[in-house]
């Protein structure tokens, strides 16, 4: 392994060769050779291997994510509905409307839909134009956390930080999926490359380019965005190399990027006539700063989310016990925690071999960045009481991927030292028993490989001790095996992750049993999300006729989805028992009878028909390709529409049909108006049966209309 002691920063990256005089000129290149033989040999003073070796990681990584993409169908159909009804019209794409008809919107800002839906407006709606984007943030991801630890810890410390962040289970998950955390994660870890810049050189342009980032973020998936601002801030705040008064004054005009890169769109939503403009979803008032800081925000941390169908952690609670070792439990342990324990580890021996260094020297800095997002991160997930799904965990792979590679290498150019090699050694044995650990919760998936793991684990471990005596080569052959055991257990999980389709609102990585808590209703994977791997009614397992997570096991369809991932052709019947709390984390299925009647005259209507909850009505919007208004947002709980609004849309025949079932309807303080709304209905409209599917055909009043 080929590292660097903590490099002198140069203008532009550039480093002098030799005793520091200019290389000698060589012939003269034309401009295409040049970029050509500068993207595949890479910098100067990197040895030859470097730039091949970034490229194929690259490359394996997006071909490991493509893999069997399309399995996956509409994936999250909530937002899959969102971005189709962005590609159809410009107001749904700015407001993050669910419905081309804007109606109401998701429960997040937009952002995370706007390159979904520009694809899809470029090549088509399918499962692939809506899925690729998340596919090539996640590649861009690796090469954000490869380029920020090469620049201060080497080469082969990027390579190992990029490898650790690909193989990573919830990350192959969500770069794979259309929830708004790939996008998350891509600029959180590009804010924090652009944070290292500017603790190097002390620029202003470095820290005022991670505020408008860190804002871009806020509007991709609002308040998680600022986690890693405090840790940041005081980072740059004692470190940066310039006087106390211009840090303060960097840091205020980085302040100022975050408010008008995430602000201008707040203030458009804010000043926007609400009679004109989708109503804001997961709100209770129609406002974003209620959703941001209320549903979105400290009602996470509180359990108190208005609307909610339940929060609160500690026993019993809906979402999972809360404490110090929640990101080590059964229900989230084998999203992320793999290399968690080494990661502790050699953040704390990394940060004790470059202490003694002045007040600015970069490698501790970056140290305390990556490594002070990723506990502040990891601290914030542990204890809050609301809502928590374990594939929010992939916001702390990118720093974890980070302060291993840069601690693994900081350690290993010290190897000579007893300190910096029992350190290491220390790292791969905690990696080895908590790998163990983690194996023996999926007994039946590869169970010959915890003990490869824990033998490879500690024989690594054991040679590690004495890297400093040995030859060159043997401690590079005590290091790869430390490192190929370290990755076996999550690449085997990965693995499992990219060979199996993943569906509706609560998803989770690795093979069945590697989570035993998915939330109310369970759903998106094979073991339904239930404690103790159980499948509620409807949700078997995958059979052989390529069966998708949550389907019947035999085979069928994905909500929604044929065999072109497009119409939705798996059988007749509306909501059926994979939906879990009432189609609330899951659609519907959507049969060829009931897109029929959806679709007939459907141009005459603003929606086709409407829904009480969003995965429901989504669910027929990606069928049919026609908006279907979703009462009630996507719990059913929002006061939208009112049931006045609600009657005045149905006589003004902008409504064709009413889909009966699905959503909460009400609970944790919501509005009940989605049950008024289906109580009126019920009462004066006839009704039309489909398969097992019930409609309302609002354009036909019953005699008690």
């Known amino acids: 392994m080929t590292t660097h002691h903590g490099p002198a920063t140069y203008e532009g990256d550039a480093r002098p060769a030799g005793d520091g005089a200019p290389p000698p000129a060589g012939p003269p290149r034309s401009p295409a050779r040049a970029l050509t033989g500068g993207l595949l040999r890479g910098r100067p003073e990197d040895p030859r291997w470097a730039r091949p070796a970034l490229l194929c990681l690259l490359s394996a990584t997006a071909l490991l994510y493509l893999?069997?993409?399309s399995a996956s169908g509409w994936a999250n159909s909530f937002y899959s509905a969102?971005?189709?009804?962005?590609?159809?019209?410009?107001?749904?794409?700015?407001f993050g409307s669910l419905d081309a008809g804007n109606a109401i919107t998701v429960d997040k800002p937009p952002a995370a839909l706007w390159p979904m839906a520009l694809s899809v407006r470029a090549f088509g709606l399918s499962s692939w134009s809506v899925l690729v984007p998340e596919v090539l943030m996640g590649t861009a991801t690796v090469a954000v956390v490869h380029a920020a630890v090469r620049r201060r810890s080497g080469p082969a410390a990027g390579l190992?930080?990029?490898?650790?962040?690909?193989?990573?289970?919830?990350?192959?998950?969500?770069?794979?999926?259309?929830?708004?955390?790939?996008?998350?994660?891509?600029l959180m870890s590009l804010a924090c490359y652009l944070v290292v810049r500017a603790l190097e050189d002390g620029r202003t342009?470095?820290?005022?380019?991670?505020?408008?980032?860190?804002?871009?973020?806020?509007?991709?998936?609002?308040?998680?965005?600022?986690?890693?601002l405090p840790p940041l801030a005081l980072v740059h705040g004692v470190c940066a190399p310039v006087r106390l008064g211009k840090r303060l004054g960097q840091l205020a005009l980085a302040a100022a990027a975050i408010v008008v890169s995430g602000g201008w769109w707040v203030a458009v939503v804010e000043l926007w006539p609400a009679s004109s403009r989708p109503y804001?979803?997961?709100?209770?008032?129609?406002?974003?700063?209620?959703l941001t800081f209320g549903y979105n925000g400290l009602g996470r941390l509180s359990g108190e989310e208005t609307g909610s169908v339940g929060g609160g952690g500690g026993p019993g609670g809906q979402w999972g016990e809360t404490g110090w070792d929640r990101m080590f439990g059964s229900e989230t342990g084998g999203q992320i925690s793999w290399l968690l324990p080494a990661a502790l580890i050699l953040l704390a021996a990394g940060l004790v071999a470059v202490r003694g260094r002045g007040r600015t020297d970069a490698t501790r800095a970056s140290f305390l960045v990556w490594g002070g997002s990723l506990v502040t991160t990891a601290a914030v997930f542990s204890y809050m009481a609301g809502i928590f799904h374990q594939y929010y965990t992939v916001a702390l792979a990118p720093y974890l991927a980070a302060v291993v590679g840069m601690g693994a290498a900081t350690l290993w150019e010290r190897r000579e030292r007893s300190g910096a090699s029992l350190a290491l050694a220390a790292a791969v044995t905690a990696t080895?028993?908590?790998?163990?650990?983690?194996?023996?919760?999926?007994?039946?998936?590869?169970?010959?490989?915890?003990?490869?793991?824990?033998?490879?684990?500690?024989?690594?471990?054991?040679?590690?001790?004495?890297?400093?005596?040995?030859?060159?080569?043997?401690?590079?052959?005590?290091?790869?095996?430390?490192?190929?055991?370290?990755?076996?257990?999550?690449?085997?999980?990965?693995?499992?992750?990219?060979q199996t389709g993943h569906s509706g609102s609560i998803v989770t990585a690795g093979p069945a049993g590697a989570s035993t808590m998915g939330g109310p209703g369970g759903g998106g994977r094979r073991d339904g999300g239930f404690p103790g791997g159980a499948n509620p009614p409807g949700q078997g397992q995958a059979g052989p006729g390529g069966g998708v997570p949550g389907g019947d096991g035999q085979g069928g369809a994905l909500p929604g989805k044929g065999a072109d991932g497009r119409a939705g052709t798996a059988g007749e019947g509306g909501p059926?028992?994979?939906?879990?709390?009432?189609?609330?984390?899951?659609?519907?299925?959507?049969?060829?009878?009931?897109?029929?009647?959806?679709?007939?005259?459907?141009?005459?209507?603003?929606?086709?028909?409407?829904?009480v909850g969003s995965q429901n009505a989504a669910s027929y919007q990606l069928a049919t390709g026609e908006p279907v208004m979703a009462i009630g947002g996507f719990n059913g709980?929002?006061?939208?529409?009112?049931?006045?609004?609600?009657?005045?849309?149905?006589?003004?025949?902008?409504?064709?049909?009413?889909?009966?079932?699905?959503?909460?309807?009400?609970?944790?303080?919501?509005?009940?108006?989605?049950?008024?709304?289906?109580?009126?209905?019920?009462?004066?409209f006839t009704k039309v049966t489909v398969g097992s599917a019930t409609f309302y055909d609002l354009t036909r009043p019953t005699d008690a209309g």
């Open 67 to 69: 893999w069997n993409l």
């Open 82 to 94: 969102a971005v189709q009804a962005g590609s159809q019209s410009w107001k749904a794409f700015f």
């Open 160 to 186: 190992v930080a990029g490898t650790v962040l690909a193989l990573t289970p919830v990350a192959a998950l969500m770069f794979r999926f259309d929830n708004p955390d790939a996008l998350l994660a891509l």
């Open 205 to 228: 342009k470095w820290l005022v380019w991670a505020g408008a980032v860190i804002g871009f973020a806020f509007l991709t998936k609002t308040l998680q965005a600022f986690l890693i």
């Open 280 to 290: 804001v979803g997961g709100s209770q008032n129609n406002s974003f700063l209620e």
């Open 432 to 498: 080895a028993a908590w790998g163990y650990v983690l194996l023996t919760r999926t007994p039946a998936y590869v169970p010959w490989l915890k003990w490869l793991v824990l033998a490879g684990g500690l024989t690594a471990a054991l040679g590690l001790v004495f890297a400093g005596r040995l030859g060159r080569r043997p401690a590079l052959a005590v290091a790869g095996l430390g490192l190929v055991t370290a990755l076996a257990g999550p690449a085997a999980y990965t693995l499992s992750t990219v």
């Open 576 to 611: 059926t028992g994979r939906q879990g709390a009432g189609g609330l984390l899951d659609g519907a299925q959507v049969g060829s009878e009931a897109k029929e009647l959806l679709e007939a005259d459907a141009g005459g209507y603003t929606w086709a028909a409407a829904a």
């Open 637 to 684: 709980t929002d006061p939208s529409p009112t049931p006045a609004r609600f009657k005045e849309y149905v006589e003004e025949g902008r409504i064709h049909y009413f889909i009966s079932g699905g959503g909460m309807g009400g609970g944790m303080g919501g509005s009940g108006t989605a049950s008024q709304i289906t109580s009126w209905v019920e009462a004066n």
